[in-house]
């Protein structure tokens, strides 16, 4: 018997998240004036103190005292070797996984979740409202937000709503509130049943709708969260890197190549931030976010100036984006239907410092079943495109015949995803394609913005 | 910030499992013919080396090797002081608990299957037949399994394939086969569809159907395998316990109360035994099993030799029973409905070494709710069973001013169980009273049976 995971102790949790805006250079948010917008410009969507932290480039942010606590219902996340992956792949190479599937919600979702709930705390917010894709990201929120004492409201997105309704109950066992989006209860939503009453919705719309209830709340006690893509969001996931690095550490051991899915960015960013800054520094690594085929805004997507939702609420961020008013297919990885891409991940393309990849849905599936079969626990569709990343890096590393470290972060379970499961097993999947003039037509939307500058920070 | 989780490395994972045979005295499982069953009459049921282990009385029987390379995919699970639900229930009590519902299936269950699924594989076996009543077993086998390289195929309680399609779609993630129970592929099967066309199922009828698959298979590789009830699987369980004796003994810690929920009574046995060996040797200490009051064996059923399935195939044994033609009413505990109760807790009742409780449905649910808001983790309907008995002991240690140490297994994770959840919320659950007259008639089916020995082992 080997062994096959490095625990660190409670005690050994970081106690500083690592902001990756210390060391590289960015285009500015802009608002409805072609202007960088002002942290006051934001002050109705955001508490301060969060908004503070979206702006910092203090390199190390210290992580308050309550969020720790919260944190350690289940991190530090076990760093996991998988052994039997391996073995199935015959593979020379070691194979690495952060478990972010442990966590109440089962994601890394509630990495972020918590500490936004606690800042709303601080800053007298009463209630939260949010979106949700798939699920996770509602559920984490609700999670957060029941530790703290606020009311939690979202928008989760139609076709998952239908899809998924446990993820609904899973919110309402901590309390939280869920609403199928479009829902008539915004004018977003409204605008959009009007457009399509069948719309099986987007994030898009889910973030216009949940903006709008929490700036047009007269109380002044409410406020809008956001999972992904914003600053401080990755800034809270980078826990999972910080302590990975530790992991590897104990066991004398440094990745060769990371490889995380990526939808908004966050749980990819999580783990990769902490390890890009070594690049930054000089060290070489190979760094993978892998989005679906589907819906490939780092891999087709211009580098362009978008709008975050479909209603254009939010400001023009420097991003890699599909357009916002992109409505992917339905595929079945809720969590990657984004049109856009978080902003630091995309100045890290176009840097080159990472190198996005694509997968097709029945490849993800197939690796899927794969790692469930060997390693037991079952990926969330999310995951699935980052192991079949990362099969394919092991059988490249058997093929060459070396020795590589790959690390992975395993971003959630699907335990509340075995409808998409079924329909793989009965072969009623299919890989969608999108064709380039779909695309071409997609981006339309941002012709007439300003462009961000290709800016390089070494 | 407080440390909340005890973990011990891979390499401390217990060697060897403790076997309560050796200190308890027991009586023997009978045959048709009234006689004690000899080895051999188990065997078209079970491979040989599992029954060498079923009748054992070595105190200690170490864990083959390649059964701990497979545990340690999860194991060894942590030890969590549940400070937010002390907090919540402002508490002195110091209240522990064994997280087992972070294997990949989500319960204690792959403990014993992981072991079963080798020991067949050793013997030849290529398939493996098994009941489920929750979906927690069947799926725990198939996990199990997959790892090996076997066959398996479940009969799942007809109520709850219903209930939880996605217990299904677990088990043939890992390649198992699940069929609804009374299916019309066995005698047993047949003959309960023809007595009733609508009934909900009952594990008894289950456990009769998977045990005729694999006797009547031709090809002599087939062979049947029980989550529960039996002394091999008790033994294969204690593994709970020994981990958390390493882990309590880490932090100078020592229970005062040991709680677990009793269905079959395996999950309650692995976390106790262990703790009842110290019991004999003198040590003070109160353990509980704890069952539903609507399906209250250990409480209302009378200590008797019975079958453990409907149709009789099994031998008799001594325990606990409600009467083998038992159906309970349908609530939700699915792990909970068996009509039997496990001999070796059976007797350790009839000894006064532990002592049962029962609780009602609702009283169940809140403790769960409650637990899910103040911990985070959402609780499998059986778990709740054991955490309405933590909730009123730790109130009753308020009330008395007592520092008390209670140490509880949270047997698995609801996920899967949101339907019930759901119904709970929407105040369409029940508390389902079983009238006296009720029990008395099913329990008619073992007065002339023959009456087991009231042994007192000390």
């Excluded at 949940?210 to 700036?215: C, F, G, K, N, Y």
């Excluded at 960013?269 to 060290?283: E, R, S, Y």
Aim: contains cysteine; proline residues 9%.
């Amino acid at each position: 018997m080997k062994a096959r995971k490095i625990f660190l102790t409670d005690d050994e949790i970081p106690r500083q998240w690592y902001n990756i805006l210390a060391d590289i250079k960015m285009n500015p948010p802009l608002g409805p004036d072609g202007n960088p917008i002002s942290p006051d410009d934001l002050a109705p969507v955001f508490p301060m103190n969060i908004i503070e932290q979206e702006v910092s480039d203090q390199r190390w942010i210290d992580i308050p005292e309550p969020v720790l606590d919260v944190l350690t219902l289940w991190r530090p996340a076990p760093l996991v070797r998988a052994r039997s992956l391996e073995k199935a792949l015959n593979t020379p190479a070691k194979i690495y996984y952060k478990n972010e599937s442990l966590s109440p919600p089962g994601s890394h979702k509630p990495n972020t979740a918590v500490p936004q709930a606690y800042y709303n705390k601080e800053f007298g917010i009463e209630r939260i409202t949010t979106e949700t894709g798939a699920g996770q990201w509602g559920s984490a929120l609700s999670f957060a937000c029941c530790q703290f004492g606020i009311e939690c409201n979202v928008y989760m997105v139609r076709v998952s709503f239908d899809q998924k309704p446990y993820r609904k109950s899973m919110m309402e066992a901590w309390g939280g509130r869920c609403m199928a989006s479009p829902s008539n209860q915004t004018e977003a939503g409204r605008a959009a049943l009007e457009r399509d009453p069948n719309t099986p919705g987007s994030l898009g719309i889910a973030i216009s709708e949940a903006i709008e209830a929490a700036v047009n709340d007269s109380t002044g006690k409410t406020r809008y969260s956001l999972g992904s893509v914003l600053n401080h969001v990755m800034l809270h996931q980078t826990i999972i890197g910080l302590e990975a690095k530790k992991q590897m550490d104990m066991i004398g051991q440094y990745p060769d190549v990371i490889i995380g899915c990526a939808g908004g960015g966050s749980n990819f960013a999580g783990l990769a931030f902490p390890f890009v800054q070594d690049k930054i520094n000089g060290k070489q690594i190979e760094i993978y976010p892998v989005e679906p085929a589907a819906c490939p805004t780092l891999t087709k997507g211009p580098f362009v100036y978008d709008h975050g939702d479909t209603a254009k609420y939010t400001p023009l961020l420097p991003m890699h984006s599909l357009g916002h008013a992109f409505v992917p297919p339905p595929f079945h990885a809720g969590g990657l239907r984004y049109h856009g891409m978080a902003p630091t991940v995309s100045q890290l393309v176009v840097e080159g410092l990472i190198e996005p990849k694509s997968v097709t849905q029945l490849d993800a599936y197939k690796a899927g079943v794969l790692v469930a079969r060997s390693e037991g626990l079952i990926p969330a569709p999310e995951t699935t495109h980052a192991l079949a990343c990362v099969v394919d890096e092991a059988i490249k590393a058997r093929e060459e015949g070396k020795e590589k470290v790959i690390l992975f972060t395993w971003s959630g379970h699907g335990l509340l995803d075995f409808g998409a499961y079924d329909k793989y097993f009965s072969g009623q999947l299919q890989n969608d394609v999108l064709p380039d003039e779909e695309l071409a037509k997609s981006e339309k939307v941002f012709e007439n913005h300003p462009k961000p500058q290709k800016l390089k920070s070494r």
